[in-house]
């Protein structure tokens, strides 16, 4: 098993992707032999050329190697490279699965079944609302929850998991000594405890935008499947549902109206033939044979036949939150007369309150 200060040197080497570092250490199995090979043995490995060999004897990367073991030592931070055994085992099957992650908190088996839910940065109620109600029901048959730790969507999957109980995956576009957005600083403590908060970026990296398209592939590489919740044409939420297809991983998207900008990205992927999600049964049913460990069983649920003043009131609502002002001058009442109807099917769980007196179905 290569040791941590040879893996580093020959990531820092410009040129050396994932996919070209595991066919050096595969082709040499010794990792220090990489470092005193000759030009000709360099170049019998698939990808190096005779300028990225001469690359690989040449570049000096003593100066970020001692700086990276300097910053590891002084921090609570950890590494887990491929090459270990507690390395996420589905993400190894990918083409190009990063060599190591710097971390806080420990991968488990566990989250060998886990699913990525990504969206827009600026979600509606109705993506909030959405996503909040996917995870719950997730993590209820005990799936790991992945994302990107971005506003919006990402935090918002992240939030629901772990106060849902279960377990949840950051994977960043920067360093994991920088926290971005800076708002999160909270949740990343939380994910720690309770999940990974990790990156294959060194530490010390910016959260620049070339990173992100990057760290996508990851967050579809560690899930059985990607759901997208509300994403433009050309968002990076789409970017890491191309790379779910490539890496063979199952495709979701909620759908969402016609005409808004937050939708066309979902809509699209649902025309060319990803899983319509209209409640997290959707999910569950395509990745039933495919799940490493058992799902819980199913607690029954129980339906109400809703009569009368309650199903008039509950057929005026929708996924999209309504205060109770507006609600009641469209069922010409006053708020005092619905508001115990609503309390009434709030109890039944039919439907949910949000702040500032606003009310969604459930």
């Known amino acids: 098993m290569p040791d941590l200060r040879a893996t580093l040197r020959l990531m820092a080497v410009p040129g050396m992707g994932p996919r070209r570092i595991l066919n050096t250490v595969h082709h040499f199995k010794d990792i220090e032999r990489i470092f005193n090979a000759s030009i000709p043995e360099l170049c019998q490995v698939p990808g190096i050329d005779q300028r990225l060999a001469k690359t690989i004897l040449q570049t000096d990367t003593r100066e970020f190697v001692d700086e990276q073991i300097a910053l590891l030592e002084k921090s609570p931070f950890k590494v887990t490279t491929i090459f270990d055994n507690n390395y996420p085992e589905k993400l190894k099957n990918i083409y190009d699965p990063p060599i190591l992650f710097?971390?806080?908190?420990d991968f488990?088996?566990?989250?060998?079944?886990?699913i990525a839910i990504v969206g827009t940065r600026s979600p509606s109620s109705y993506g909030k609302s959405v996503t909040e109600k996917l995870v719950q029901g997730l993590v209820e048959q005990q799936l790991t929850i992945v994302?990107?730790?971005?506003?919006?969507?990402?935090?918002?999957?992240?939030?629901?998991?772990?106060?849902?109980?279960?377990?949840?995956i950051a994977v960043l576009g920067n360093g994991v000594d920088r926290v971005y957005p800076p708002e999160n600083r909270d949740l990343k403590n939380m994910i720690a405890e309770n999940g990974v908060y990790c990156s294959e970026f060194p530490i010390g990296t910016k959260p620049d935008a070339v990173n992100f398209p990057r760290r996508n592939r990851i967050i579809s590489g560690l899930s059985l499947g990607a759901v997208i919740i509300e994403a433009g044409e050309k968002s990076g939420a789409i970017l890491t549902a191309y790379y779910a297809v490539d890496q063979n991983r199952d495709i979701f998207a909620v759908p969402g109206r016609i005409g808004d900008n937050k939708s066309v990205g979902t809509n699209r992927l649902i025309q060319k033939g990803a899983k319509l999600v209209l409640n997290v049964d959707d999910i569950l049913s395509e990745i039933e044979q495919i799940r490493k460990f058992s799902p819980k069983p199913s607690q029954m649920k129980i339906d109400f036949e809703l009569e009368g003043s309650e199903k008039t009131v509950f057929d005026k609502l929708?996924?999209?939150?309504?205060?109770?002002?507006?609600l009641a001058e469209s069922l010409h009442k006053s708020p005092f007369e619905i508001l115990p109807v609503l309390l009434n099917l709030e109890i039944k769980g039919c439907v949910r309150q949000l702040a500032g007196k606003m009310f969604v179905r459930d």
């Open 147 to 168: 994302s990107g730790f971005a506003r919006g969507i990402d935090s918002i999957a992240h939030k629901a998991a772990l106060q849902a109980g279960g377990r949840t």
């Open 108 to 114: 488990t088996q566990k989250d060998n079944d886990a």
């Open 318 to 326: 929708s996924g999209e939150p309504v205060n109770i002002d507006a």
């Open 102 to 105: 710097y971390q806080l908190g």
